[in-house]
């Protein structure tokens, strides 16, 4: 066990999701436990926080209160888009250092667990003791090293059940829905949308993902031939989806772009991809009834659409973090890891390289030869993730009625 002493520091970074709390609770909940544990203090708004020194106290708050906002959707420390590069954490480091911060947690996805291993190498140079641990955290779940990541499951329970919506409405007043789910560089959250289908015509019909390039022709020809068999479409699109030659299609088909305060070219937030998509459906296949929806930050906290699984393994995570810098005495990266083919979890700790400033994409056996759908093997990756409570869609099997003035 380690005998270092000193304060413990817990942050949160990037998007928050349905569960990010439940980590930053196991790790508060477990760092009490130990006697070399002096003050757990978390960091408002991210790595923003440490360097103004706005910590909040958590070794003085109730276990009550902490189990209630673990249970509460988003980041209760709040967070930040910062991108910290070298001298940033520097500043961190020096905050760190004042306020004898010997193990710091970070919740995040790979930019939080580059910032972690900056920090972590910062310290090895000027010698001072320090435990530094990435925590796993992205609806995206594209961090290398874990089979999933804590806040996709529920991400991904939303995204389904919403299809699940979807595919009622509109198989009732028939024509093309479009539904635009965040993902730049992965598609496993848009590819959530097929566990929506139950019977042989629901939707989602296609499904387009980052994975896959992007050709205008042959989705106006995927969309025809699904209207022509079932009178109707629903599809599901990642923001990122890009042509052959890695241009995101949002900025191709409006010809301009934005871009965001990292220089990333800005995907969500406007609705413009799925108004662009529907124009040109109507357009081209002269299809009058065309309607689109950006899911957005829906798709992140919805209150009281939360996978217990998903909670379940953020607070493990948080918690296996704490001992490992404890107990173990090192730094590195939590990992999710899923052994079994049916379905259990356990945890590792590998080295922060392995997973900072890197993304992991669907694999190839997720989706399937034509680039407009998934797979039985993901279906059978991603279903067991969303746990319990998952609503099933029911229809009408009553018999027709013989007709008498229109036989």
């Keep these: 066990m380690s005998s270092l002493k000193g304060k413990v520091l817990v942050a949160q970074g990037g998007g928050p999701t349905a569960v990010i709390n439940q980590s930053v609770v196991g790790v508060a909940l477990e760092a009490r436990k130990f006697a070399q544990v002096t003050s757990v203090y978390g960091a408002v708004h991210g790595v923003r926080g ?4 706005d910590f909040v ?3 003085r708050e109730t276990s009550h209160n902490l189990e209630c906002v673990a249970d509460t959707p988003s980041s209760a420390l709040l967070s930040t888009r910062d991108k910290p590069d070298e001298e940033y954490c520097a500043r961190m480091f020096k ?3 004042a306020h004898d911060v010997r193990y710091f947690f970070y919740v995040g996805g790979n930019d939080s667990s580059d910032t972690v291993r900056i920090v972590n190498e910062q310290a090895r140079a000027a010698n001072y003791e320090l435990r530094a641990i990435h925590i796993p955290k992205t609806i995206d779940n594209d961090l290398m090293e874990n089979d999933h990541c804590p806040g996709f499951p529920s991400a991904a329970k939303f995204v389904a059940q919403a299809f699940m919506g979807v595919n009622l409405d509109n ?3 028939t024509g093309v829905y479009i539904g635009v789910i965040m993902g730049r560089h992965a598609g496993f959250l848009t590819a959530a949308s097929a566990l929506a289908a139950k019977h042989v015509d629901d939707g989602p019909h296609l499904i387009y993902v980052p994975e896959r390039a992007f050709d205008t022709a042959k989705f106006l020809t995927d969309v025809d031939r699904v209207v022509s068999r079932y009178g109707l479409c629903t599809i599901a699109v990642s923001e990122g ?3 052959a030659s890695g241009t995101p299609m949002i900025s191709k088909l409006m ?4 871009r965001d305060d990292h220089g990333n070219i800005q995907l969500s937030g406007t609705g413009a991809l799925g108004d662009l998509l529907a124009d040109t459906i109507r357009r081209e296949l002269k299809l009058k009834r065309v309607r689109a929806d950006t899911l957005g930050y829906l798709q992140r906290c919805f209150m009281g659409c939360r996978s217990d699984r998903d909670a379940q393994e953020a607070r493990e995570a948080g918690e296996k973090a704490v001992q490992f810098a404890m107990w173990d005495n090192v730094d590195g990266s939590v990992a999710i890891r899923r052994p079994v083919l049916d379905y259990c979890v356990d945890y590792e700790l590998v080295p922060l390289q392995n997973v900072a400033g890197k993304t992991r994409h669907m694999p190839d056996h ?4 034509e680039g407009n759908g998934v797979t039985a093997d993901f279906l059978n990756y991603c279903r067991p993730l969303l746990g319990s409570g998952v609503p099933e869609p029911h229809r009408l099997r009553a018999p027709g009625v013989p007709k008498i003035l229109n036989a």
């Design 50 to 53: 440490i360097v103004n020194e």
């Design 57 to 59: 106290d958590l070794t």
């Design 95 to 97: 905050v760190m250092q």
């Design 171 to 173: 198989r009732a007043l």
């Design 241 to 243: 989806i890009s042509d």
């Design 255 to 258: 010809q301009t772009e934005e």
């Design 366 to 369: 997720f989706l399937n030869a």
